[in-house]
């Protein structure tokens, strides 16, 4: 006989957070089985209106809405960078940011045919490919699941583009 129990005690487990955790992972397998489409979902499987036309240019929107402080940060437009701002790039101005987190208003973006503004009932994410089952979530679906957030760094391959002005290949080698 010895005098230790038979299970052995994991620093920071515990029955409760077992059962939460179990519960989190029902309820996510239980919102993946809503998510299964019951046949062709339409704004998939068809071309939408939206598909079909440009949407707004880069400069359309340089701010949602500032602030009457903070007017003066607004993305900028190169207009010599491309022959349209439908198919173009604006830059987040840093220079007027405070802080490392970039306003949603003020982010990086990238169009190739425009922006197009899609309704929170047409929006789908669609997980297939190298997957065991495919799903496809609408916006309601994603609200069910429990947020979080985390401060993270995304490098965009664009960044340092003003500084190409030719056929310069900086930080490439070759053998």
């Not at 701002?85 to 990086?108: D, K, R, Y």
């Not at 957030?149 to 030719?166: K, L, P, Q, R, T």
Request: a negative charge; aromatic letters at 8%.
């Amino acid at each position: 006989m010895t005098d230790e129990p038979a299970t052995k005690h994991v620093p920071g487990a515990s029955r409760r957070k077992f059962l939460k955790g179990s519960a989190a992972l029902g309820a996510g397998v239980i919102a993946a089985g809503t998510a299964r489409a019951e046949g062709p979902d339409p704004l998939i499987t068809e071309v939408q209106d939206w598909a079909n036309a440009f949407g707004d240019a880069v400069d359309a929107a340089p701010y949602g809405t500032p602030i009457h402080f903070e007017s003066h940060v607004v993305r900028r437009n190169v207009e010599w960078l491309t022959e349209s701002p439908v198919s173009s790039i604006n830059f987040t101005p840093i220079h007027a940011l405070e802080g490392t987190i970039t306003p949603q208003g003020c982010a990086f973006e990238r169009h190739h045919s425009g922006a197009i503004e899609l309704s929170k009932s047409d929006y789908r994410l669609m997980i297939n490919g190298l997957v065991d089952t495919p799903l496809v979530f609408t916006f309601e679906d994603l609200t069910r699941f429990p947020r979080s957030s985390m401060v993270a760094f995304c490098e965009c391959a664009a960044n340092g583009g003003m500084e190409w002005g030719g056929a310069q290949l900086e930080g490439c080698q070759f053998t």
